[in-house]
């Protein structure tokens, strides 16, 4: 296994080799490299190889001349390779400067960009091409105070001179740098394209190693945090953070240099203090698996070593330091290697439990072994992570092998320990759940059978029929309280924080609690006056506080007054349910709060329950920073009071997060949450990027629930309660989905979606219709006036989650539809316009050369305006539209001279963003299809007019106008494409952005007039 590992790896490697090894072509021969039979476009680099002319202790370049030295003066040089011996042949010396220089021939008919990436030249450089400098990294200079290190790749681009030469001279200089200085590293050459390409790929596979190597150094930490006190987790973690500096400070593209401007001796000691820290890291990490020897001899050595290598790295200079370092390096191979060995050795004789770390050792090995074979030959090769990553995940799998072991006993040893406490829960939880899907059978098929047989049933039957509904609607609330009991205990759940009115709750619960006194006589009183102030808090979780506090009330009321008050003390509102039933006694009162306890069980036992509804209450009116207590007395009654924030109390903090909005008790109370509360103001524009519903329905406990099914997290929804107030909205902001009930007064959903159909088609703005009949004709009438889909009431949760999500896809479709079509008008220039503009431009160097450089100015800047893809659903000044309009209009009155006359009359609008090709196809289509159609041409006038909060703009012409025929038309999408999109276009992005879109005017022979209105304070929608 372990050989076919070592293979897979070994394979992997050399593909990678062969796959971005630079394509095959002969070495440089003397100072030059002739490559005219390469295709540059074909995507391969090729490495710079070769003899290239060296000139030691001499600049070549001089300003933007190339300084012409005498033939005894240089010398041809290897690359990659040292300029030692070149340097002071007598001796030899990395230090001083000298010049490189490598002549290319590329083909001088290839129109290609091409660029040069230079990995390391030791330790300053710059690059000269056909007498210009491109780039340098460092200083070089001829004498060590002038000159300053710095060797960080670097990539230049240019172009061939007109006979496919490229002179390349390559300056540099040392004297910092003790180890073999010259250009050590192949220089890659190729296109622009390709160049950048493997640059990007490079750096790209060591940040991946670096991520993937810090994503394991996150779970090592966080283990150990949560009680995994193992000391090997923080040496692994450790060494993975030595392994990722080091391969981001020394690795092909030292990327960490471009980061943090370090120079090179202290880049050369961090280098070496990554080093140390990471075989000490190792060893650390592998000691506990050596022999007993090793554990208490060998291991401290190596401790001494590293922290005499870590001092030295502190005080000595980098030469001296580079010798320390190699010394230090082949030490601890040496001692890694023995270490390694004996790690085999384990690893063979319990082979299945240590197949991971003999693995994690073949990779990383492997992994050093060509490390070490690209080091010496100067191979420069796209950066290859995968065996680090298969070594370092290899590594840690050991940790998380053992960690799970560990944790999975704990965990084992745990549950035992806690499964006596939990059995009651666990029991009771599940049984609910099981419970829960028959007992709504029973009722369902209990109330059918009912309502069937009714009228041939005897009364005796009938009662005996509806005492087994309210035992089984009675069971349903226990199963709802044990659930909702285990929900609590199992999470704090988070609250979604509103105003709303109190007195509203009350009146909805008491609505569904009245059928339960059955024949008792109570009755329900609501004390709450109807102006009292509004209350902050999760109306779903105060319905269910109030649903439990009545319902409690109930239960132990035979005969009297169930009452509700509500009252401000200190600045928050304090509600109290009072009964006239049996009451409680000190000890009781004690204890009423705790689960599954029940006063007086004896006494009520036909009531049932398990004694868990104001434990809930309790735990939810703390979590809404209140407080429940109760006050009672024996036989006279009780009263629980509890404590919310009044919504209009200073310093207020609302989280509003995104709440679990299937209430705790059920959807009838879902059904019966508060009404919305209009009395806000203004509906806040939405800012999130999420689709935007309206819901419309003259109900406002309707609408809570279609809010409830339809997830904030999901939707930003806005309300509207009649179809007025829908219509108001639509001109507010873009619209993704209307829903509307059909049954509404003053106007209908039917009649709703018919006007909405006035101004938007199904596809920019989908409409879904919830009606309570299903027959075939109320459906057909539905699809009739315009509406997308429809849902039958009582809604389901599911189906209409679907069918909203089905619609927004829609309008999301079509939106994207809308801005491809804007891209394509911004990409396309006719080639009539092209070929005439450059026809003019041809005929003006005849004559007019001034004339003809302006014109050439111009055409440049519109392309450059008409050819800048930004976001085409952003706003961009008014200034750039207008400024994209002047290059077109002096281009086609350059061709058309004395036919075509612009008149403008523009205000002061830098303050005003429109969309993006607004008014240019407006005066585009003026030209070409106004004007130009009469032989003696027109004139055009455009009005930008400042009217304080908003600015009209408008394109005039006295071109050949249009029939109403063709205005009806102009607007409206063609499927034969007889219209063109320009202006339909500009029409949709009007409206999105501001609600409106053109007015035309126009008559047969009396011109057009095309305008639109944008607004100052408007706000971007995305």
């Known amino acids: ?52 002319a060296f000139y030691p202790n001499v600049w070549l370049m001089e300003g933007a001349d190339v300084k012409e030295a005498s ?239 870590l001092v030295s790295m502190l005080f000595l200079s980098a030469d001296k330091l580079l010798v320390i370092h190699n010394l230090f390096l082949t030490v601890l191979a040496l001692i890694l290697l023995f270490a390694a060995l004996l790690l085999l050795r384990t690893a063979g004789r319990g082979f299945k439990d240590n197949v991971l770390l003999l693995l994690s050792l073949v990779a990383f090995g492997n992994n050093l072994i060509w490390w070490g074979i690209l080091l010496i030959t100067g191979i420069k090769i796209i950066y290859y992570p995968f065996d680090l990553l298969v070594a370092t995940t290899c590594f840690a799998s050991v940790w ?117 006194p059955e024949g008792k006589p109570v009755i329900f009183v609501n004390h709450i006056p109807e102006n009292f102030p509004q209350v902050l808090g999760d109306e779903n979780r105060v319905i269910q506080i109030m649903f439990n506090l009545l319902h409690n009330a109930v239960k132990f ?27 409680m006694d000190e000890e009781m009162m004690r204890r009423v709060f705790e689960p599954y306890e029940q006063a007086y069980a ?9 004694g868990l509804g104001l434990s809930i209450s309790k735990q939810l009116a703390e979590l809404h920073g209140g407080k429940l207590q109760v006050s009672s007395t024996p036989g006279r009654g009780s009263v629980f009071t509890f404590t919310l924030q009044l919504s209009d109390s200073a310093n207020v903090r609302t989280e509003i997060e995104p709440a679990i909005l299937a209430s705790l008790v059920g959807a009838d109370l879902a059904a019966s949450s508060v009404p919305f509360d209009t009395s806000a103001g203004l509906y806040p524009a939405a800012t999130t990027d999420k689709p935007r519903i309206i819901i419309v329905d003259d109900d406002p406990v309707n609408l809570n629930v279609l809010e409830i099914i339809l997830s904030p997290q999901r939707y930003d929804i806005v309300r509207a309660t009649s179809g007025k107030e829908a219509l108001v909205l639509l001109g507010s902001q873009e619209w993704d989905l209307v829903i509307a009930d059909v049954m509404m007064p003053n106007m209908s959903g039917y009649e709703l979606t018919r006007t909405i159909r006035k101004r938007y088609s199904i596809t920019e703005l989908p409409v879904l219709l919830l009606t309570a009949r299903s027959q075939p004709e109320d459906i057909q009438n539905g699809f009739l006036s315009g509406a997308n889909d429809y849902v039958t009431k009582p809604v389901d949760a599911m189906e209409l989650r679907s069918r909203v999500q089905a619609l927004t896809e829609v309008k999301k479709s079509a939106r994207d539809r ?80 004395d036919r075509l006359n612009v008149a403008w009359e523009a205000d002061e609008c830098g ?44 394109v005039t012409d006295d071109g050949v106008g249009m029939d109403e025929g063709l205005l009806q038309r102009l607007l409206e999408r063609q499927t034969d494409h007889s219209t063109g999109i320009g202006l339909l276009n500009t029409d949709l992005r009007l409206k999105r952005h501001f609600g409106r879109g053109l007015q035309i005017e126009s008559k047969p022979g009396g011109g057009t007039t095309i305008s639109f209105t944008v607004y100052k304070d408007h706000k971007h929608i995305e």
């Not at 002038?146 to 960080?152: L, P």
């Open 71 to 309: 033939g005894s003066s240089h010398q041809y040089i290897q690359v990659p390779g040292r300029w030692d011996a070149y340097m002071r042949p007598e001796g030899g010396t990395p230090y001083g400067y000298g010049s490189f220089r490598l002549r290319v021939y590329v083909n001088p008919e290839a129109d290609i960009t091409y660029s040069i990436r230079i990995p390391s030249v030791r330790s300053s450089s710059e690059l000269f091409v056909n007498g210009r400098l491109l780039a340098k990294s460092g200083q070089p200079a001829a004498s060590e105070e002038a000159y300053s290190a710095r060797n960080v790749p670097y990539t230049a681009s240019f172009m061939a001179d007109e006979n496919g030469l490229i002179d390349i001279v390559v300056q540099a200089a040392n004297y910092s740098d003790p180890r073999k200085s010259g250009i050590v590293r192949s220089i890659k050459f190729g296109s622009e394209e390709a160049i950048d390409r493997e640059t990007r790929l490079s750096m790209a596979m060591q940040q991946v190693v670096a991520i993937a190597f810090l994503i394991h150094v996150v779970y090592v930490v966080i283990l150990y945090l949560l009680g995994y006190r193992e000391k090997k987790l923080l040496y692994f973690a450790l060494l993975v953070v030595s392994t990722v500096l080091s391969i981001l400070i020394g690795g092909d593209d030292k990327i960490l240099l471009y980061w943090i401007p370090i120079g090179l001796e202290w880049s050369l000691k961090l280098m070496f203090l990554f080093v140390i820290v990471g075989t000490y890291s190792l060893l650390q990490c592998i000691v506990h698996r050596l022999p007993g020897y090793w554990r208490t001899k060998i291991s401290p050595g190596c401790a001494v070593i590293c922290g005499a290598a």
């Open 818 to 897: 809308l801005r491809m079509e804007a891209a394509w008008l911004q990409a396309q220039i006719e080639p009539h316009f092209l070929f005439n503009t450059l026809n003019t431009v041809t005929a003006l160097s005849e004559f007019d050369i001034n004339r003809m450089r302006r014109l050439l100015d111009v055409f440049g800047s519109f392309l450059q305006d008409k050819f800048n893809f930004q976001n085409i659903h952003e706003l961009v000044p008014l200034e750039y539209e207008i400024s994209l309009v002047r290059s077109y209009l002096f281009i086609e009155q350059e061709r058309f001279d």
């Open 1 to 52: 296994m372990v050989s076919l590992f070592l293979i897979i790896l070994t394979g992997s490697r050399i593909l990678w080799i062969v796959s971005f090894n630079s394509a095959d072509f002969p070495p440089a021969v003397n100072g030059e490299l002739d490559i005219r039979e390469w295709d540059g476009t074909a995507g391969r680099t090729i490495a710079l190889d070769g003899q290239w």
């Open 602 to 610: 004896g006494e009520t036992m036909i009531e049932g329950g398990f």
């Open 911 to 954: 303050q005003y963003k429109i969309p993006p090709l607004t008014i240019q196809p407006l005066v585009e289509n003026a030209v070409k299809h106004g004007i130009m159609k009469r032989s003696r041409g027109g004139n055009i006038q455009i009005r930008i007019s400042d009217k304080g909060a908003f600015a009209e703009i408008s």
């Open 557 to 583: 009321t035979n005969e009297g007054e169930v009452s509700i008050r509500a009252e401000i003390k200190e600045g928050r509102a304090h509600i109290a349910v009072s009964d006239t039933g049996i009451g």
């Open 400 to 516: 998380i092998g053992n960690y799970l072991q560990i944790h999975t006993e704990s965990k084992s040893m745990t549950a035992k320990l806690q499964r006596a406490d939990k059995l009651k829960d666990e029991f009771l939880a599940n049984t609910s759940h099981e419970l829960r899907t028959p007992l709504n059978g029973i009722l369902n098929i209990s109330q059918a059978v009912l309502e069937r047989e009714k009228d041939t049933l005897s009364a005796k039957s009938v009662k005996d029929l509806e005492m087994a509904m309210s035992v089984g609607r009675r069971m349903a609330l226990m199963l709802n309280e044990l659930l909702d009991m285990m929900r609590l205990k199992e999470s704090n759940p988070r609250l979604q924080l509103r105003s709303f009115s109190i007195r509203s709750v009350v009146t909805g619960v008491m609505d569904m609690l009245r059928f339960m």
